[in-house]
């Protein structure tokens, strides 16, 4: 597979440009899927508040927010598993965005390269992939 | 571009079995990714509740619930720019779907095939595609 396209920081008018077109929800929070640049796999779907955006797009390197733990999260940060941005892309209403990243490894935390391997097969709901790494040893400890 | 696989209609138990895989928000919502199932094109990210999906899952046509109308939002009734149900995939969490369909036109109400058609372009938010149709004729009167 090729490699990623190099991501140039915008400069800074920019990146406020862009969070001014986002309409985060009553919790400061706007969904962000992200979907694999060059094969079109959707990897996952997460939030982010505007910090989190800010730093995707200053750094390049993903980071979200986690409503679970209250924080920035900054993907791959424990599991290594990181996502380079490639581009950002806001919807019609700005209430949602798509950030075309290059994944390393696996994006989910069972190991699974993407999230959404649930489906209905036989009458139930079944795992359609494997996961490709021990979920052990993305975060170990 | 080959015609969508057909759709059936899973046993109602089945349907039963992945609405109880869905965590559903506070709300009673859970956001629902649209993606094309042959070219991998990420076309809307919309919200359901439990009737929507059902909807969606035994009729084989894509029901989301519009937030602002308080109401389901059987996609394409206004518009006729459908979309037929070729799988519903549960991410790991239970608490994200990305629907497979197959669009009748566009999905996005500019006219436009996606909604997400705004980036960062020379240091503004500038829009990456053009209507294919005229929203007028989408949603006349």
């Not at 001014?20 to 979907?35: E, K, M, N, R, T």
């Not at 699974?112 to 709901?125: P, S, T």
Request: aromatic share 6%; glycine share 10%.
């Amino acid at each position: 597979m090729p490699n990623a396209p190099t991501y140039t920081t915008p400069p800074a008018a920019a990146i406020d440009a862009l969070l001014g077109a986002v309409s985060f929800d009553s919790a400061g929070l706007v969904p962000v899927i992200a979907q694999q640049h060059d094969t079109g796999e959707v990897l996952m779907m997460a939030w982010a508040n505007g910090e989190a955006l800010r730093e995707t797009l200053t750094t390049g390197r993903v980071c979200y927010w986690s409503r679970s733990r209250k924080a920035l999260w900054r993907k791959g940060e424990s599991s290594g598993q990181v996502q380079r941005l490639v581009d950002a892309r806001i919807d019609c209403d700005g209430d949602t965005l798509l950030l075309l990243v290059d994944q390393t490894g696996v994006a989910c935390h069972t190991g699974r390269h993407n999230c959404f391997f649930q489906a209905l097969r036989g009458g139930r709901v079944a795992a359609l992939a494997r996961p490709l790494v021990d979920p052990e040893q993305l975060y170990p400890g």
